[in-house]
T-cell receptor, first 108, second 115 residues
Framework: TQLLEQSPQFLSIQEGENLTVYCNSSSVFSSLQWYRQEPGEGPVLLVTVVTGGEVKKLKRLTFQFGDARKDSSLHITAAQTGDTGLYLCAGRDDKIIFGKGTRLHILP | SAVISQKPSRDICQRGTSLTIQCQVDSQVTMMFWYRQQPGQSLTLIATANQGSEATYESGFVIDKFPISRPNLTFSTLTVSNMSPEDSSIYLC????????????FGSGTRLTVV
């Protein structure tokens, strides 16, 4: 069974700080996606990474796909209160599976 | 990307009753997906709904408990039958967005509480 482990589960930091969250698996995925989910809403796609070693930037968010396509990280620079939410990674092979998420709370 | 309208957004139901959740997509899609998101858990796929055929259920989910309809390419319903408190969860429908580079678009979810 493919599993995606996300860490940390919870993270509460001050506005302006940097942070990194991780998504790890023992399985290889053809692509990996990151979603953000806010209360009362469904997850919204942030990025898809496909190539091992790929790095994508979305404003203050930097996403990296591991060389072996088994893991990924999301780095946020100078966090803002608007970054608060649940961050989910999802690995895609013949099916898509989701991690349990990292619940991020940015304090003003 | 597709836009999904899901309703109801939340409901509180008595045990033993059933609730039907509706999802309307603004474009035609081949497959629609139904997920459950329990507190502190990841999204778990319940079933895949194809138009014109029976839904395909994942291990641990059965048609009698979660009947699905897919009458056309833009609409689907999920019914949670004979509810118990263990069914309290967020239920989400989703479609794969062909224009979004393998991404999935989700409805806003239905927060179900069974009392």
């Amino acid at each position: 069974t493919q599993l995606l482990e996300q860490s940390p589960q919870f993270l509460s930091i001050q506005e302006g700080e940097n942070l990194t969250v991780y998504c790890n698996s023992s399985s290889v995925f053809s692509s990996l996606q990151w979603y953000r989910q806010e209360p009362g809403e469904g997850p919204v796609l942030l990025v898809t990474v496909v190539t091992g070693g790929e790095v994508k930037k979305l404003k203050r968010l930097t996403f990296q796909f591991g060389d072996a396509r088994k893991d990924s990280s999301l780095h946020i620079t100078a966090a803002q209160t608007g970054d608060t939410g649940l961050y989910l990674c999802a690995g895609r092979d013949d099916k898509i599976i989701f991690g349990k998420g990292t619940r991020l709370h940015i304090l003003p | 990307s597709a836009v999904i309208s899901q309703k109801p957004s939340r409901d509180i139901c008595q045990r033993g009753t059933s609730l039907t959740i509706q999802c309307q997509v603004d474009s035609q899609v081949t497959m629609m997906f139904w997920y459950r998101q329990q507190p502190g858990q990841s999204l778990t796929l319940i079933a895949t709904a194809n138009q014109g055929s029976e839904a395909t259920y994942e291990s641990g989910f059965v048609i009698d408990k979660f009947p699905i309809s897919r009458p056309n390419l833009t609409f689907s319903t999920l019914t949670v039958s004979n509810m118990s408190p263990e069914d309290s969860s967020i239920y989400l429908c989703s479609v794969e967005d062909p224009g979004g580079v393998y991404g999935y678009t989700f409805g806003s979810g239905t927060r179900l509480t069974v009392v």
